[in-house]
């Protein structure tokens, strides 16, 4: 089945901890983004990448960094330096232009 | 730049009402306008999309037209069921590789 998976779905850690979120895809695409969710909000863009070993800043990046070593895989790290990262964060990917994005289930940080 | 606006929610409805969130845009070119539906704890998907002006998108019974003159993409259904409970996110694209601008969605909750 192809798809899109993120890991864990739940994330707790202590203030002052980076923490890494995995995001892996096996349908070839080359796009891939990183969003954050906040309750009751919309999406807000921190990542995006769409080739490998190349990512651009979205709109809320401060406090986060991502790699893209391999197609298939775009983790997002929540850095120390991230003011509230308590969030749900959603990864997608999109195979091309005016095609769908393809989510992840999300993992649901919180941090104590 | 481009930007999506929704109607806030939430909405609330008795099963089978006629549901209608309005979806309005301003975009930059020509985009490609999207549905998406998240349920409780869950990514988001696909619900409906349309590439083109007068282009009507459709799915499980709800429906979209594609409406340049209006700017806008209204999501109808003409009989709401307690599943259908969800926050709907209109989006578009103009971007030749998909990146998404997304409305700050809207919670229908259907009671039954």
């Known amino acids: 089945d192809g798809g899109i998976t993120q890991s864990p779905k739940y994330l707790f850690r202590k203030e002052g901890q980076n923490v890494t979120l995995s995001c892996e895809q096996n349908l070839n695409h080359d796009a891939m983004y990183w969003y954050r969710q906040d309750p009751g909000q919309g999406l807000r863009l921190i990542y995006y990448?769409?080739?490998?070993?190349?990512?651009q800043k979205g709109d809320i990046a401060e406090g986060y960094s991502v790699s893209r070593e391999k197609k298939e895989s775009f983790p997002l790290t929540v850095t120390s330096a991230q003011k509230n990262p308590t969030a749900f964060y959603l990864c997608a990917s999109i195979g091309g232009a005016r095609t769908e994005a393809f989510f992840g289930q999300g993992t649901r940080l919180t941090v104590v | 730049g481009n930007s999506v606006t929704q109607m806030e929610g939430p909405v609330t409805l008795s099963e089978e009402a006629f549901l209608t969130i309005n979806c309005t845009y301003t975009?930059?070119?020509?985009?490609?306008l999207f549905w998406y539906v998240q349920y409780p704890g869950e990514g988001l998907q696909l619900l409906l999309k349309?590439?083109?002006?007068?282009d009507k998108g459709s799915n499980k019974g709800f429906e979209a037209t594609y409406r340049k003159e209006t700017t806008s993409f209204h999501l109808e259904k003409g009989s709401v069921q307690v599943s259908d409970s969800a926050v709907y996110f209109c989006a578009l694209t103009t971007d030749s590789w998909g990146k998404l601008q997304f409305g700050a969605g809207t919670q229908v909750v259907v009671t039954p």
């Open positions: 990448s769409q080739i490998v070993n190349d990512f």
């Open positions: 975009a930059t070119g020509y985009p490609s």
């Open positions: 349309a590439t083109k002006a007068d």
